[in-house]
């Protein structure tokens, strides 16, 4: 095996395109003080991870891989227990990074 993805039956390439990123300050503050890169969420994101949404939403994004809608993914940030959110847009321009609390 390759990578810890591939160990974890993940595919190694990406299963569809990010676009352009974008990422909130409050997103950046939060990696930045987890240690946590955003290159590696990211990859898992693309890779089919979806980290911790619920499990009918684990279900939409595998169809909208497939069928191009949103895909949504949420990870609990080591250390600070914060969690983020990548969503990358249903026609693959555009994906954001961002905290909770910023999508009111």
């Not at 949404?53 to 609990?76: L, P």
């Amino acid at each position: 095996m390759d990578s810890l993805l591939d160990a974890l039956g993940f595919p190694s390439r990406p299963r569809f395109f990010l676009g352009s990123l974008y990422i909130t300050p409050g997103a950046w503050r939060a990696l930045a003080d987890a240690r946590q890169g955003l290159g590696e969420l990211l990859s898992l994101h693309q890779a089919g991870d979806w980290g911790c949404v619920d499990q009918d939403q684990m279900v939409r994004n595998h169809k909208a891989v497939e069928v191009g809608n949103d895909v949504i993914s949420a990870y609990i940030l080591p250390n600070t227990g914060t969690k983020i959110w990548i969503v990358t847009t249903d026609i693959r321009w555009f994906t954001g990074v961002f905290l909770a609390c910023e999508t009111c």
